[in-house]
């Protein structure tokens, strides 16, 4: 299998290809056209700041791809939150794959949330194997509110969209490759798709 992860500068690329290697697989890391339209699946991470790994992703023309892709594609943190319409963080416009806007936590909580919680409301083969409130690694600012694309919730000053799905489209805001046996599970999953 062929699995592709988007290069375009933003972080966690390492612990992904890491994540793989444990169950087995290789990844490529790549930002050329073909090698990821031609994957069998497609790993979009994402660590940093949402309007400047945009402007990475338009100035490599990623943004034009990533849409058009027809293979099961995984969006995680960042990359889920670039899959959706818009983000408040840096006023970015994302890829429109999620009719969902992207929003900041009030001052009410301490931001980022950081660490561990429990999703709940799975709704997708993405989890087969996995209960509801099983606990996953976040580290995040803004959030996906709950939407029809939702198909895993989190509670964190509101309930708020942990995961999103559209066709072939999945976005999980938690770190599956690091959230230990769970999250490694959900990859799997994703593999199998």
């Not at 390492?14 to 087995?24: I, K, N, P, T, W």
């Not at 290789?26 to 994957?39: E, F, L, P, Q, R």
């Not at 945009?54 to 990623?62: E, F, P, T, W």
């Not at 840096?90 to 009719?99: P, R, V, Y």
Request: with cysteine; glycine share 8%.
């Amino acid at each position: 299998m062929k699995i592709a992860i988007i290069d375009y500068g933003a972080g966690n690329v390492q612990s992904v290809l890491f994540a793989l290697e444990r169950l087995g697989f290789d990844g490529i890391v790549s930002n050329d056209w073909n090698t990821i339209k031609t994957a069998d699946k497609v790993i979009f991470p994402g660590v940093g700041e949402a309007s400047s790994a945009m402007k990475m992703l338009v100035d490599s023309g990623l943004d034009v791809l990533i849409p058009t892709l027809k293979q099961p594609v995984l969006g995680i943190c960042l990359g889920m939150q670039l899959m959706c319409k818009h983000s408040e963080e840096g006023n970015t416009n994302g890829l429109g794959i999620f009719d969902v806007n992207v929003v900041k936590f009030s001052n009410e909580v301490k931001v980022p949330q950081m660490g561990w919680n429990t999703i709940y409301n799975l709704k997708s083969p993405l989890f087969e194997g996995i209960k509801d409130n099983e606990f996953m690694y976040l580290v995040h600012s803004f959030y996906a509110p709950l939407s029809e694309n939702t198909i895993a919730t989190t509670n964190y000053e509101r309930e708020y969209s942990t995961a999103l799905n559209c066709n072939n489209f999945y976005g999980v805001q938690f770190h599956p490759e690091k959230s230990g046996f769970f999250g490694e599970q959900i990859l799997k999953n994703f593999l199998n798709l």
